[in-house]
């Protein structure tokens, strides 16, 4: 810490310098071991390589599994309604059932699909930042 | 038309557009600003902004005269133009902006390295950006000529000279406050009539959509043909009829039958069905799998990734998006549906995508409300046409003054748009025939065989090359374009022939990924040395980075 004298052979006439405090920067001890694995990641050791290679392969197993909703739940229609055509004059409220399907249902059934997508892949990429950062774990 | 409430409306948003864009303007100091709006946009603005940018002249006009011809089937490219945003959530939309490419030139030359498939791609983004240019100038000289009595040449030429001078002076920062501006005044457009004429409907004591006895004319009607056509008439004559033949019918007439329409009812009600058809179950699927695939690869919908300040804003904008777009969908639909009741004689004309800026007229009638709503109707059409050419001009712009101008300054960006809407305002003074939705679903499917393939391999395997890539993207990217060029110039074609090159997209994108990966597990030892960084980059959190 400096200190400041009191000047006081120069009398009254100049102001005393502004008292100042000095503080030291806050000295973070990085954890050494997330620290090696975040290491481990840029410089692509095996073990870095490894853990990237769970996270891509986890999130595209999670697209790829949405996507076979989607392609079951919507690309199914159209056979669907082409082997039962009877499907296809049901009614509901008056509205032929692959006009509601297609004209109304679909949009809050693609939100959902979508909607349930971003919550996991930001989980999974949770379950990653914490293996990278808690490595003992 | 004599309604005077329509060119103030569109005079009104053309001005508010260039308003925003000059207000814009002086926000914008730096080319960071400029280019890439210094990625300060919050994720409910960027989504309006990529809603408004997409819903296109093929979504506001398009879908509703498809809806009004055929019925059933051609609701998969609302629910196709929707999808293509979850497909583009799964599997693109967080790797590509951690990528931190602008465009997808960009993207080629981060994950491949290769300056030659770079210029491919430049190639296929100009491609592409001007094949659905074209219709959406085609769309607003269609629109002010039948809102307006105007010269198809002027909407087109009008539309194509405001966005040019506003992408050219306002760049992208004002580009995001006009599209989000637009988003909500398109969906206002569509939603405030939608009420009125849902009420007529009720108040006119529910006319049925499909009477057991056919269709027939609500009110007396003349109707002059647009296109040729063959006419079934009721005592079972056959007519054919030329552009400008004049057809004059009675209150009561039944509608006659349009040839290459669906006239039936079971046929426009019903979807179709396995056995007597099976080229519609084919076209469906090539529909699907084009709408589906085909939105990741459009150039203007990709730049907008990169205002995004991380992967998990993208992610969160693009969810915001799918559901901005699949509620302006619910509405396209039902103007289609009550257009059959209130405007038959488009069929005839042949003008089915005037129907949504004719039916308020036509159902409510010419008392005040009927013209204020067909003049909100018009106003929204032009928001369209504005936002979509604005987003795919700054786009082609951007890859012309990048790749071909080699220039990264304001002023190259400048000539570059100039030059980027200038061609596609010349090809759509010499297309006026063709149908809005047919072209923009061939741009749908040749970004499907093209950058899709090259998105997706290149994102989630380490193992494309560049060679690959290049053979990929050329070979069904090509074969896309072929089946566009055989459309567009060629002889009419007739049974599978004519469904394979209408809907090419069943047989182009699995080509286009089968070339990709077959070259690429040839050529293995071209695989970058640095794709396992590349993967880290993409795929983890930025948080985590040193």
């Given at each position: 810490m400096a200190k400041q004298l009191p000047d006081v052979g120069s009398g009254g006439a100049v102001p005393p310098p502004r008292r100042t405090r000095i503080v030291l920067a806050e000295i973070t001890r990085p954890d050494s071991r997330a620290e090696r694995t975040r290491t481990e990641l840029a410089q692509q050791t095996q073990v870095g390589e490894a853990l990237v290679?769970?996270?891509?392969?986890?999130?595209?197993?999670?697209?790829?599994?949405?996507?076979?909703?989607?392609?079951?739940?919507?690309?199914?229609?159209?056979?669907?309604?082409?082997?039962?055509?009877?499907?296809?004059?049901?009614?509901?409220?008056?509205?032929?059932?692959?006009?509601?399907?297609?004209?109304?249902?679909?949009?809050?059934?693609?939100?959902?699909?979508?909607?349930?997508?971003?919550?996991?892949?930001?989980?999974?990429?949770?379950?990653?930042?914490?293996?990278?950062?808690?490595?003992?774990? | 038309m004599g309604n005077d409430y329509v060119v103030p409306a569109i005079v009104a948003v053309t001005l508010v557009t260039v308003g925003i864009g000059f207000y814009g303007l002086r926000l914008a100091r730096t080319t960071s600003d400029f280019l890439v709006a210094s990625r300060a946009i919050s994720p409910t603005w960027n989504a309006a902004a990529i809603g408004g940018e997409y819903l296109s002249a093929a979504s506001f006009l398009g879908i509703a005269g498809l809806v009004l011809k055929y019925g059933v089937d051609v609701l998969w490219y609302p629910v196709g133009f929707a999808a293509g945003y979850l497909a583009l959530l799964l599997f693109v939309a967080a790797p590509l902006r951690r990528s931190g490419a602008f465009t997808l030139p960009d993207f080629c030359e981060l994950r491949l390295g290769s300056r030659r498939l770079r210029i491919l791609a430049t190639a296929f983004v100009i491609f592409i950006g001007w094949l659905y240019l074209v219709p959406q100038l085609q769309g607003a000289g269609l629109t002010l000529a039948t809102v307006a009595g105007s010269p198809y040449p002027v909407g087109a030429l009008l539309v194509a000279a405001v966005v040019t001078a506003n992408v050219a002076l306002g760049g992208m920062r004002a580009i995001t406050f006009v599209q989000a501006f637009q988003y909500w005044l398109k969906l206002t457009a569509l939603a405030v009539p939608a009420i009125f004429l849902a009420l007529q409907w009720q108040a006119d004591a529910r006319p049925a959509v499909t009477p057991p006895d056919g269709p027939t004319f609500r009110t007396a009607t003349t109707v002059v043909v647009e296109h040729r056509a063959t006419l079934t008439l009721p005592d079972g004559d056959i007519r054919e009829v030329r552009p400008g033949d004049e057809l004059t019918f009675a209150?009561?007439?039944?509608?006659?039958?349009?040839?290459?329409?669906?006239?039936?009812?079971?046929?426009?009600?019903?979807?179709?069905?396995?056995?007597?058809?099976?080229?519609?179950?084919?076209?469906?699927?090539?529909?699907?799998?084009?709408?589906?695939?085909?939105?990741?690869?459009?150039?203007?919908?990709?730049v907008r990734f990169y205002t995004n300040p991380d992967g998990a804003a993208a992610r969160r904008t693009t969810l915001v998006v799918l559901a901005l777009v699949g509620a302006f969908y619910l509405l396209p639909t039902l103007y289609g549906v009550l257009g059959r009741i209130y405007t038959p004689q488009l069929l005839i004309s042949g003008q089915t995508d005037a129907v949504v800026v004719l039916l308020p007229g036509a159902a409510l009638g010419d008392g005040l409300a009927g013209r204020l709503l067909a003049a909100l109707v018009a106003a929204g059409a032009f928001a369209a046409f504005l936002s979509t050419s604005s987003g795919l001009l700054t786009s082609v712009a951007g890859v012309i003054s990048t790749d071909v101008l080699g220039r990264g300054s304001v002023r190259g960006f400048r000539l570059a748009t100039v030059i980027a809407g200038g061609v596609p305002a010349v090809l759509a003074l010499n297309v006026s025939g063709l149908d809005v939705s047919q072209v923009v679903g061939l741009a749908f499917a040749v970004a499907a065989s093209s950058f899709c393939p090259l998105l997706v391999l290149g994102i989630w395997w380490r193992g494309l090359t560049d060679l690959g890539a290049a053979a990929g993207v050329l070979v069904g990217g090509g074969a896309a374009i072929g089946a566009v060029l055989v459309t567009v110039l060629g002889a009419p074609l007739s049974g599978w022939p004519a469904t394979l090159i209408a809907?090419?997209?069943?047989?182009?994108?699995?080509?286009?990924?089968?070339?990709?990966?077959?070259?690429?597990?040839?050529?293995?030892?071209?695989?970058?040395?640095?794709?396992?960084?590349?993967?880290?980059?993409?795929?983890?959190?930025?948080?985590?980075?040193?």
């Open positions: 290679r769970g996270l891509v392969r986890a999130q595209l197993a999670l697209a790829l599994r949405l996507s076979l909703v989607v392609a079951i739940g919507l690309g199914g229609l159209p056979w669907l309604f082409a082997i039962a055509p009877s499907l296809g004059r049901t009614t509901v409220a008056g509205v032929n059932l692959p006009w509601l399907l297609l004209g109304v249902a679909s949009f809050p059934f693609l939100i959902a699909v979508g909607w349930a997508y971003v919550r996991l892949a930001e989980r999974n990429e949770q379950d990653f930042t914490d293996l990278v950062q808690r490595p003992e774990r | 209150a009561g007439d039944p509608v006659p039958e349009v040839s290459g329409v669906a006239n039936d009812a079971s046929d426009w009600l019903l979807p179709s069905a396995a056995g007597d058809d099976d080229r519609g179950l084919f076209a469906t699927y090539s529909l699907i799998l084009a709408t589906f695939l085909g939105t990741m690869g459009l150039p203007h919908v990709l809907q090419p997209a069943a047989w182009t994108v699995p080509l286009a990924f089968i070339v990709m990966v077959a070259v690429s597990v040839a050529t293995r030892r071209r695989a970058p040395a640095d794709v396992a960084a590349t993967m880290l980059r993409l795929h983890t959190p930025e948080a985590l980075r040193l």
